[in-house]
């Protein structure tokens, strides 16, 4: 069993950053590659960032690349989004997740996901 609970989020203006956190409870994090979703206000929740258990391959969506970046500590049990150039679009609930490694090239996705946090929200201002 993994607990995922997610940190960081708050009030932002456009053009600034914020750093979310997701730490893990658990002995098997490491086994599990990460992502992070939102949903915005009325809108399907939608794929953000993924990263393999290992940390060394990463992949994100068209909407944030060049902007948002994935990491994890397996030492620390805690993955993380740092997010630049904020814009309104950005604002939405995160979510953290959790999928076995194999199911990485998946999690983008939807699929393969065992675990979700229960989300931290993000409010960017115009």
């Known amino acids: 069993q993994v607990q995922l609970v997610e940190s960081g989020g708050g009030l932002v203006q456009a053009g600034g950053s914020l750093r979310l956190s997701c730490a893990a409870s658990g002995r098997t994090f490491s086994t599990y590659a990460m992502g992070w979703f939102r949903q915005a206000p009325g809108k399907e929740r939608e794929f953000v960032a993924a990263?393999?258990?290992?940390?060394?391959?990463?992949y994100y969506a068209t909407s944030v690349k060049g902007r948002f970046t994935i990491s994890r500590d397996n030492a620390k049990n805690t993955v993380d989004l740092q997010m630049n150039s904020l814009k309104p679009e950005d604002t939405a609930v995160y979510y953290c997740?959790?999928?076995?490694?194999?199911?990485?090239?998946?999690?983008?996705?939807?699929?393969?996901?065992?675990?979700w946090g229960k989300g931290t929200l993000v409010t960017v201002s115009s």
């Open positions: 990263i393999d258990s290992s940390g060394s391959d990463t």
């Open positions: 997740a959790a999928a076995p490694q194999g199911q990485f090239p998946y999690l983008g996705g939807g699929y393969g996901i065992h675990y």
